[in-house]
DNA sequence: GTCTATACGTGGATAGAC
DNA sequence: GTCTATCCACGTATAGAC
């Protein structure tokens, strides 16, 4: 095979995109940017992406694809719910340590510019997430490992808002650790200790 | 005084832009868009401020004013600690409502192609704000009002990061209702009601 | 598959008239 | 203060050669 594999170029074009909006934003990165990380021209762009909204979807389609798989694997090995959700706020971590934005969330504050099947791809990616992250607070609850304060529904919005958040903000100034002590401190909250929970009326 | 008032046109050209930038960011918004809805020229623009730039400035430090006095405003009306927090919660339902996201958690999601002045103002932004929120915090254990699990300094951050995240993503499908509810959640959890916390063991 | 060349719009900005 | 005119760089995209 010669050293110009469409699907090579392709995949590292997908990458470094992903990378740039990750951090650049939508609008903050541009075709010329990729085309001079890789050393090709942005007319060679074209041929792999008919334009910059096909790129994004590729883009945001890869991403979800990878984050279910992701999800499923936490499925698959977790011993019970609450170490589930200990990975899934490990896979935001992950993103803030290589000093990314959530491709998603970085949409989501872009969205009113979108193209709309971009749009739409950012809303369903945020509805599996809370589905997901619904279902594995209700077996937290039923396999003692968690407790749920109020709906899991809205519990399952108050994880995802401050895994988010806490990325938008803590990016800022590339403080992981205190992502960490913000994610810690939710977990905790929803953790089934029930000793630490009331610590007023010894 | 004429029709063509400076300092009016000023603020009217802060209010477009305000909200262009609340709702497409500030990559996503042109000297055009603000020129064209204001029925002015892109040349007149410069004539108020410099560039993009100042412009840019000029909007953070409004609204970072504006902000500060509402938290003033809090500290001196409310009644206790928890109200304080309530009403920090509605300053934020506020901006959802007009369906616009937070002028600096926009800005934050960008803040890699921002120049570097502006980059600062949203940092001092939310240290403003951090600090506010681990003094309410703190004076909520002392008034009674409030419970504060684990450090204020990191109670602080999962506040603001919920109320920023959940903004981000419920500003997607302009779900205000979610808003509410996760925030509600949020502050049931700081509430200082010593029955709500444990109900397991009875 | 990648190139050169080219097209066309837009964005930010400046000069100078009124 | 606002305009017209103009500038230049950039971004997206297409045509056609190799």
Known sequence: MPDTDPAATRSRVLDV?????????????SYGDVARELGLTRAALHYHFAGKAELGQALIERYATRFA?????LDATAPDAAAKLRGYV????????????????????????LPEPLRRA????????????RRVLEEGCADGSLRCPGTAEATAS??????EGAMLITRLDGDLARFTATADQ???????????AAPAHA
Request: charged fraction near 20%; glycine fraction near 8%.
């Open 69 to 73: 798989a992701a999800l499923a694997r």
């Open 17 to 29: 995109s992903e990378r740039l909006v990750q951090t650049r934003g939508y609008n903050g990165f």
């Open 90 to 113: 490990g896979l935001y971590a992950d993103v803030l340590a290589a000093d990314r934005m959530c491709l998603c969330g970085m949409l989501a504050a872009e969205h009113r510019t």
């Open 158 to 163: 108050v994880v995802l808002g401050t895994l």
């Open 186 to 196: 939710l977990l905790d909250g929803l953790a089934a200790v029930p000793d630490r």
């Open 122 to 133: 950012v809303c369903d990616f945020f509805t599996a997430n809370t589905v997901w992250l």
